[in-house]
């Protein structure tokens, strides 16, 4: 369980790293990329003609082939019409606003969901991405240019490997594994921003801080959105009705459904302490608010009885025999100081500030 653990914090650290440098872009052509591999070799294509790609096909190797961007519908109906997809599955890859789902077909698989990335200093971005699972190969369609899936390939390189040994479901195991680990690092980083508003709120209350709460709350929503059924869809695809995942397979997707299990119940505890972020926030803000109508209010008490007694001897009525006293400005001022020092150690006697 330890060396689990430390495996995937090293895989989320390689994960931060590489989202950073990646600057996402929707071409207006489809980026293709072809690895046919078994257990003995592999090879790979990248760029060139869908007709000469699917000729590269073998049916006695897993072929994996990717495209990146959905603008070229022309190129995703040639490789519709090579695998025979049905017309619906079609329609749910070039539609980007699908919930994660899973359907099965009569010879293929459909899973699709979304690819997050944190961009530093900047909000939450996402892809659609789809996958048609098959006997022996598996078709992935990115929305955009560029993935998470460099550490994958280079693992493919050697020969040493899983995943190698196994095949197309496999493959797909790994590709979903590595999109709900970098939900991970998009929790973790919420993480951290949350105590940073935190901090923030403890020192000093600002606009900005309730600017970033909102923030977090509408990625939540969003996030709720992803994760949810992605539940649902890796259900499915465990009961696997139709046999297209290996009763020796089985256990990773199970393994990636109980992270999404965890990956909810992480989602509702932060959304818990944004809702706590938000009460933190007004209760400081009311807290401030007391704070100034107190001292306020402890500056008017006193003034009272020294506008009065100003207010009296300021009618200057003739018969007021304290306004022929000689001394009598600086007895009024004595008194008027005395009445303000009282009234100074009785609140702070009291413990009013």
Request: proline share 1%.
């Amino acid at each position: 369980m330890k060396g689990t653990k430390t495996k995937r914090k090293a895989a989320l650290k390689h994960l931060n790293e590489h989202l950073t440098e990646h600057v996402h872009k929707a071409g207006n052509e489809g980026i293709l990329e072809l690895i046919c591999y078994n257990e003995t070799s592999i090879t790979f294509h990248n760029n060139i003609p869908i007709e000469e790609l699917l000729l590269k096909c073998d049916e006695d190797q897993t072929s994996w082939i990717n495209v990146d961007g959905l603008t070229d519908e022309g190129l995703i109906q040639k490789i519709s019409k090579h695998f025979n997809l049905h017309y619906l599955l079609v329609e749910d890859v070039l539609n980007t606003d699908h919930q994660p789902k899973a359907d099965e077909f009569e010879d293929h698989l459909f899973f699709t969901l979304k690819m997050l990335y944190r961009i530093e200093g900047e909000s939450i971005d996402y892809e659609h991405i789809s996958f048609v699972l098959g006997k022996n190969y598996l078709l992935s369609f990115q929305e955009k240019e560029g993935d998470i899936f460099d550490n994958l390939r280079s693992r493919l390189k050697q020969d040493n490997g899983i995943i190698r040994k196994r095949g197309a479901d496999y493959l797909l195991y790994r590709l979903i594994d590595s999109i709900v680990d970098s939900y991970y690092s998009i929790l973790d980083s919420i993480g951290q921003r949350i105590e940073a508003i935190e901090d923030n709120i403890s020192k000093s209350a600002t606009e900005l801080d309730f600017i970033e709460i909102q923030k977090l709350r509408k990625e939540f929503i969003y996030l709720r959105k992803v994760v949810y059924p992605l539940r649902e869809a890796l259900n499915k695809v465990i009961k696997n009705e139709e046999g297209f995942i290996e009763e020796r397979n089985e256990k990773y997707f199970s393994d990636v459904y109980d992270h999404v299990i965890h990956l909810i119940d992480s989602l509702d505890t932060y959304k818990d302490l944004t809702s706590t972020l938000m009460d933190l926030y007004m209760n400081t803000i009311n807290y401030r608010m007391n704070e100034v109508m107190k001292l306020l209010t402890v500056i008017t008490t006193i003034f009272i009885p020294l506008s009065f007694i100003a207010g009296v001897y300021g009618m200057n009525f003739h018969n007021m025999p304290e306004l022929e006293m000689h001394y009598g400005y600086y007895w009024i001022l004595g008194i008027m100081g005395a009445i303000f020092l009282a009234m100074i150690g009785y609140f702070k006697y009291k413990k009013w500030f």
